[in-house]
Nanobody
Framework: QVQLVESGGGLVQPGASLRLSCAASRFTFHVYAMQWHRQVPGKERELVAAISSDGGETSYADSVKGRFTVSRDNTKNTVYLQMNSLKPEDTAVYYC?????????WGQGTQVTVSS
């Protein structure tokens, strides 16, 4: 069973930090580029961060640049999203996405809520 499982979400106050993890199993993790997306109710899913298969290249949405950092550990089949200086507008369900050629695999999502 190929799967991606996100964890690390929760309820935090503005300015706080969270680290999301996405653990991959039963596929060749190191050949996949990885992405983090988020979705707010009633809105389209938004790409927030991406990292190449070897971790050498990263990219971010303008809304999170300077606050979020994506990384991966291919020995642990895990990708991370470090989120600092969280804002209420970061509230969303965050999804992990694995991409390799025509394949696109999604996790189930983890809820992040930023509220005072």
């Amino acid at each position: 069973q190929v799967q991606l499982v996100e964890s690390g979400g929760g309820l935090v106050q503005p300015g706080a930090s969270l680290r999301l993890s996405c653990a991959a199993s039963r596929f060749t993790f190191h050949v996949y580029a990885m992405q983090w997306h988020r979705q707010v109710p009633g809105k389209e899913r938004e790409l927030v961060a991406a990292i190449s298969s070897d971790g050498g290249e990263t990219s971010y949405a303008d809304s999170v640049k300077g606050r979020f950092t994506v990384s991966r550990d291919n020995t642990k089949n895990t990708v991370y999203l470090q989120m600092n200086s969280l804002k209420p507008e970061d509230t969303a369900v965050y999804y992990c996405n694995a991409r390799q050629l025509s394949r696109s695999l999604w996790g189930q999502g983890t809820q992040v809520t930023v509220s005072s």
